[in-house]
């Protein structure tokens, strides 16, 4: 671990957009190109009194430099993200393709179906949680893969595993929906690892920062 202006994150974090009235990343290693509306928002927030927003048409973030193909290797990812409308099919971040697909096995995505998070690769749902979004409440979400498995978390809640030797080339990242499939609501606090994976059995959800 190490310590990004009093946050204490992975030496190996490759970006983390706490979205306190700005998209700075705390690491400095990339930055956010906005789309659409999307912006930030004091409306909602989990940590730090503001959030990213996102009005449900056409709003995105796109991360440069383009280079977060994960390869074969670990990776974890995490947030907290509050929906409205969370029975509408959405996609909340994705190292896939911009028309929707997930690029084969090269690419991945997290999606929003029916209040169920779902990690999508190869265009099949690998992961399915079964602990469903609340409307407008912040869930925290967590992707990793760790030696070869990749677990996906909802609120510290193992939701499934995946055996997982896909090598996801693509370098591209978007943080709600560059296509189709917009995000109506918030997401707090994301961060990516990149080399190092995350947890492999349920743990208590973050409560500060």
Same mark, same amino acid.
């Given at each position: 671990?190490?310590?990004?202006?009093?946050?204490?994150?992975?030496?190996?974090?490759?970006?983390?957009?706490?979205?306190?009235?700005?998209?700075?990343?705390?690491?400095?290693?990339?930055?956010?190109?906005?789309?659409?509306?999307?912006?930030?928002?004091?409306?909602?927030?989990?940590? /730090?009194?503001?959030?990213?927003?996102?009005?449900?048409?056409?709003?995105?973030? &796109?991360?440069?430099?383009?280079?977060?193909?994960?390869?074969?290797?670990?990776?974890?990812?995490?947030?907290?993200?509050?929906?409205?409308?969370?029975?509408?099919?959405?996609?909340?971040?994705?190292?896939?393709?911009?028309?929707?697909? &997930?690029?084969?096995?090269?690419?991945?995505?997290?999606?929003?179906?029916?209040?169920?998070?779902?990690?999508?690769?190869?265009?099949?749902?690998? *992961?399915?949680?079964?602990?469903?979004?609340?409307?407008?409440?912040?869930?925290?979400?967590?992707?990793?893969? &760790?030696?070869? &498995?990749?677990?996906?978390?909802?609120? /510290?809640?193992?939701?499934?595993?995946?055996?997982?030797?896909?090598?996801?080339? *693509?370098?591209?990242?978007?943080?709600?929906?560059?296509?189709?499939?917009?995000?109506? /609501?918030?997401?707090?606090?994301?961060?990516?690892?990149?080399?190092?994976?995350?947890?492999?059995?349920?743990?208590?959800?973050?409560?500060?920062?």
């Amino acid at each position: 671990m190490c310590s990004i202006y009093g946050w204490d994150v992975e030496a190996e974090t490759e970006f983390f957009f706490r979205f306190d009235n700005d998209i700075l990343d705390e690491t400095v290693n990339h930055t956010l190109t906005a789309s659409g509306n999307a912006t930030t928002s004091a409306t909602q927030s989990k940590f /730090g009194g503001y959030s990213a927003y996102f009005d449900g048409t056409g709003d995105y973030f &796109t991360v440069a430099p383009a280079d977060m193909a994960f390869g074969t290797g670990d990776f974890k990812i995490d947030f907290h993200i509050n929906l409205n409308a969370v029975a509408t099919s959405t996609r909340i971040c994705s190292g896939g393709t911009i028309a929707g697909g &997930t690029g084969g096995t090269t690419g991945w995505m997290l999606y929003n179906i029916a209040n169920k998070v779902t990690f999508y690769t190869d265009e099949v749902a690998k *992961i399915t949680a079964t602990t469903a979004l609340v409307d407008a409440t912040f869930a925290h979400i967590e992707l990793s893969r &760790t030696s070869g &498995t990749t677990y996906l978390f909802v609120d /510290g809640n193992l939701e499934g595993s995946y055996v997982d030797a896909n090598n996801y080339t *693509i370098n591209d990242f978007w943080i709600a929906d560059p296509a189709s499939l917009n995000t109506l /609501g918030y997401i707090d606090e994301f961060k990516a690892v990149k080399g190092v994976g995350g947890h492999t059995t349920s743990f208590t959800a973050p409560t500060v920062p």
